[in-house]
Each structure stands twice: as structure tokens, then as C-alpha cells.
């Protein structure tokens, strides 16, 4: 009866952990990290202060645990739909339409999570600033591992210098979603995805498989 009771009480948890989680990713994209407080969660959320500080202990727990789970949010929507796409240029054209439809349909309220946070602890120190960075530099290097594999695959040319081409399409999939937040201008995701798919032209060979027009 008592491991009943233990496991009602861990699964009530989970489910309570789920829920601040999910609202934490949506302040940080709009206020940023700073922006949480285990005192503003207990009110917005109607639950009791005590009952969020025995989930997450301080702020700083509080933050790390959002970051990881925008992590996960941003893999489900971005990364996993291409898992199981063959190596290739087609593969590299639906990450990044993936990107910028997660940015677009706000996944995140404040559009790209982590494109919010990278700028808010872009000159910090601390075990958050690690995370946001580490994070950061795990995209660019699925990104750039993506393209790796479309060169291996013959669908890239052999010279095309992937490091750079992963910094360029990065910085126009950040510049669509920066348009789209700051300015309320969406014209950005379709200059964003003709700039990636012009600069992936460039790089292809002839048998690389990409759509004729955005």
C-alpha cells in the first residue's frame, strides 16, 4: 500500500514538473531566464511555493531544468521529424524548414527559444550560460553534421566547406525568426528559406535533391 501511495505521489510530481516546464519555456522565450521565479510560478500556476521549491530547490535548478526541456521541446518539433531521412541534401532542406515553421508557428511564445537566452547570457558566467551555450553549439553541430553527411553522400560537392555553410544557414534561420519577433515582419521566413536554398545550389552537385522554388 505504501509503494502505491509512493508511486501516486511521484507520478502527481512528474505531472506537476510537466506543467511548470511547460510554462517556464514560454516566459523565458519573452522575458528570459531572469525571468522565472519559483514564487511567480506558485501564484500563476495556483500552487503552493513550498510544493514548487521541493521540485526544483532555486532559480538556478529552476532555469537549468527549463533549458533542458526546451531542449527536448526544440528535438521533437526540429530534429526528430529528419531522423529517419536518408543522408542528402533533402534531408538538409527539411531541417531547416522545420526550423523555421518552429519559429513561425511559435512552438515557443517568444519564437526561437534559444535564440532568446543565447542573447540574454551571451556575457555571462555560471552553470546556465554553460547549458544555453552548450545547447547552442549542439544545433550547429547537427547542422553542420547534416551537411557533412549530404558531401559524403555525393549530394554536396567535395570542396564545399560545410563549417561555413552551417554558419550561414544558422545566421538566416536566426535573422527570419529576429524579423518575425522584433520587427512583426514574417516576410523574413520566406527571404530566409530562398537565401539557405540558394547557398545550398551552390554547393550541390547534380544528383543532390532540392525543391525547384520556395
Same mark, same amino acid.
Given at each position: 500500500?505504501?509503494?502505491?501511495?509512493?508511486?501516486?505521489?511521484?507520478?502527481? =510530481?512528474?505531472?506537476?514538473? $510537466? @506543467?511548470?516546464?511547460?510554462?517556464?519555456?514560454?516566459?523565458?522565450? &519573452?522575458?528570459? %531566464?531572469? =525571468?522565472?521565479?519559483?514564487? $511567480? @510560478?506558485?501564484?500563476?500556476?495556483?500552487?503552493?511555493?513550498?510544493? &514548487?521549491?521541493? %521540485?526544483? =530547490?532555486?532559480?538556478?535548478?529552476?532555469q537549468l531544468a527549463t533549458v533542458r526541456a526546451a531542449g527536448?521541446?526544440?528535438?521533437?518539433?526540429?530534429?526528430?521529424?529528419?531522423?529517419?531521412?536518408?543522408?542528402?541534401?533533402?534531408?538538409?532542406?527539411?531541417?531547416?524548414?522545420?526550423?523555421?515553421?518552429?519559429?513561425?508557428e511559435r512552438v515557443f511564445r517568444g519564437g526561437c527559444f534559444f535564440a532568446f537566452v543565447s542573447a540574454e547570457y551571451a556575457s555571462r558566467e555560471g552553470r546556465v550560460r554553460d547549458a544555453v551555450a552548450a545547447a547552442r553549439t549542439q544545433w550547429h553541430l547537427f547542422l553542420e553534421g547534416t551537411l557533412a553527411d549530404a558531401r559524403r553522400a555525393g549530394e554536396l560537392r567535395e570542396d564545399a566547406d560545410v563549417a561555413q555553410l552551417a554558419f550561414e544557414i544558422a545566421a538566416l534561420l536566426e535573422a527570419a525568426n529576429t524579423a518575425s519577433v522584433l520587427d512583426g515582419d514574417p516576410s523574413g521566413y520566406g527571404r530566409a528559406a530562398s537565401g539557405i536554398l540558394a547557398r545550398l545550389r551552390e554547393a550541390a552537385t547534380g544528383s543532390a535533391r532540392l525543391p525547384a522554388g520556395v
Open positions: 500500500m505504501a509503494d502505491v501511495r509512493t508511486d501516486g505521489r511521484i507520478e502527481r =510530481g512528474d505531472r506537476t514538473r $510537466r @506543467l511548470i516546464l511547460r510554462r517556464t519555456v514560454d516566459i523565458a522565450s &519573452v522575458e528570459g %531566464l531572469e =525571468g522565472l521565479s519559483l514564487g $511567480r @510560478l506558485a501564484t500563476e500556476l495556483g500552487l503552493s511555493k513550498s510544493g &514548487v521549491f521541493a %521540485l526544483f =530547490g532555486s532559480k538556478e535548478d529552476l527536448r521541446i526544440f528535438l521533437d518539433h526540429v530534429v526528430e521529424p529528419v531522423a529517419e531521412l536518408p543522408p542528402g541534401t533533402d534531408r538538409v532542406w527539411r531541417l531547416c524548414t522545420g526550423w523555421l515553421a518552429y519559429s513561425r
